[in-house]
């Protein structure tokens, strides 16, 4: 089985920047790839982004395009979300994923590991 927790979270005002964590633990092995999602109260799940084992694979939600970076470190098995410009409609619980099959997708329901989640809030 594999864990992933998330840290980072917290309260920040618009225009903003905040880090994410999340650490991997149990049986995560293989070129496995990373993803963050997030969820607005009232919304689904929403892709943020993933990226590959490798480092040279990345894909972005639209929304979060040139404001957000994703990044891993295999040695500390984790992957890391900056995030800057934040605006209140960034506001939301997100959430890291793993798969171990080494393909990215958007898709929710593609994903087999998931953490928590860690709480986002941004003010006006």
């Known amino acids: 089985q594999v864990q992933l927790v998330e840290s980072g979270g917290g309260s920040v005002q618009a225009g903003g920047s905040m880090k994410l964590s999340c650490a991997a633990s149990g049986r995560i092995i293989g070129r496995y790839i990373m993803g963050w999602f997030r969820r607005a109260a009232g919304k689904d799940r929403e892709f943020v982004a993933s990226?590959?084992?490798?480092?040279?694979?990345?894909r972005y939600a639209d929304s979060v395009k040139d404001r957000f970076t994703i990044s891993r470190d295999n040695a500390k098995k984790t992957a890391y979300l900056q995030m800057s410009s934040l605006q209140p409609e960034d506001t939301a619980l997100y959430f890291c994923?793993?798969?171990?099959?080494?393909?990215?997708?958007?898709?929710?329901?593609?994903?087999?590991?998931w953490g928590r989640g860690t709480q986002v809030t941004v003010s006006p």
């Open positions: 990226l590959t084992w490798s480092n040279n694979g990345t």
């Open positions: 994923a793993a798969d171990l099959r080494g393909i990215p997708s958007s898709s929710v329901l593609y994903w087999q590991f």
